[in-house]
């Protein structure tokens, strides 16, 4: 998937993905697995994935907040570089906003000690568009703006980015961000996010011919294939450090849909094909974040580009999934 020239200090990097068993961390591991090698990445979740994912590569099992046990499994594998997945997404939060903040404040806070402290070298930490709240422009969202989140995950990930830029200015730590879209993949489906809706309205278009969507029709919202979202990740993490000029989080764009353009072109293939809307507690989440986000910055700091729109993305989703169901 990524360019096969990587520099030599590259692939002596070890790696330790936290919440590897995720939706962004079983593929993500699995592309980083194929770059540095299978024994070069530790995937590791507070619980075990399926066997063939373990049996891959080194696992432990690890909670993200447990700076003891992250510290034991950083110094056995000699880790270099951390991937912190592990997180508790939008509308879960919502019903959990104590634990919620836990998680997701505390397992950055460990690692990025773990860096100050210089266990490891670098860090990989992902935030999410739902940074911006009601005050911030909806459309063409700029790198820098208001950001007043409603949510308790929007919250965290705003907290987050700040102890990310002052863990690089005051301590050097090489941390890097991105502020993921709604991400969407076949292998495994994400929970507990507002932008979900956009993975099962493929799976229940193929296994049942009909879906009731939370969202309303006309809620336009940033998405991206899992393809482009991995690759970008990596992306960041590869790049000269002199190239990157923001250490809060970047904004990242693909594409922005709503319910009734991806059912339209889902009907392209499946043209029987039916939608309902039931929209529950998730509409006002989705109503405060932005449409269409201006990744410019990205674009010129490290070249970032996308690969997949909405049509190709359909196409490749239906494809693998209806390929996945064969072989079950
Ligand atoms: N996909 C996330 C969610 O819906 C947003 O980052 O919670």
């Given at each position: 998937m990524l360019n096969p020239k990587i520099k030599d200090i590259e692939m002596r990097e070890v790696i330790l993905v936290l919440g590897a068993c995720g939706q962004i961390g079983t593929e993500l591991t699995q592309e980083l697995r194929e770059i540095y090698g299978h024994n070069n990445v530790v995937a590791s979740d507070i619980r075990e994935g399926n066997d063939e994912f373990i049996n891959a590569g080194p696992f432990e099992i690890l909670d993200a907040t447990d700076r003891d046990s992250i510290l034991e499994v950083i110094q056995k594998y000699n880790i270099t570089q951390v991937y912190l997945m592990a997180a508790m997404l939008s509308a879960t939060a919502e019903k959990l906003p104590q634990k919620a903040w836990e998680l997701n404040m505390n397992s950055l806070l460990v690692i990025l000690e773990l860096a100050r402290e210089k266990h490891i070298k670098q860090v990989y930490w992902p935030s999410s568009i739902?940074?911006?709240?009601?005050?911030?422009?909806?459309?063409?969202?700029?790198?820098?703006t208001v950001m007043e989140p409603s949510t308790v995950y929007g919250i965290s990930k705003v907290s987050g980015e700040h102890w990310c830029n002052y863990y690089h200015e005051r301590f050097g730590v090489d941390v890097r961000s991105l502020r993921y879209p709604g991400i969407i993949s076949w292998k495994t489906k994400p929970g507990g996010g507002t932008t979900d809706y956009a993975v099962d309205i493929y799976f229940k278009a193929i296994e049942e011919g009909k879906y009731e969507c939370?969202?309303?029709?006309?809620t336009k919202l940033p998405m991206m294939y899992m393809n482009d979202a991995v690759k970008a990740t990596i992306q960041l993490m590869q790049v000269d450090a002199e190239k990157i000029n923001v250490r809060t989080s970047y904004n990242l764009a693909a594409m922005s849909f709503t319910p009734k353009e991806i059912t339209e072109e889902i009907q392209k293939h499946i043209p029987d094909f039916t939608i309902s809307y039931e929209p529950d507690f998730r509409q006002q989440i989705a109503d405060s974040w932005?449409?269409?986000?201006?990744d410019n910055k990205a674009r010129e700091d490290w070249n970032w580009k996308h690969k997949f729109d909405l049509a190709s993305m359909t196409k490749e989703m239906l494809k693998n999934i209806q390929a996945k169901m064969m072989c079950l």
């Open positions: 739902a940074v911006f709240g009601a005050t911030s422009p909806k459309v063409d969202t700029p790198q820098q939370f969202l309303k029709e006309d932005p449409q269409i986000i201006d």
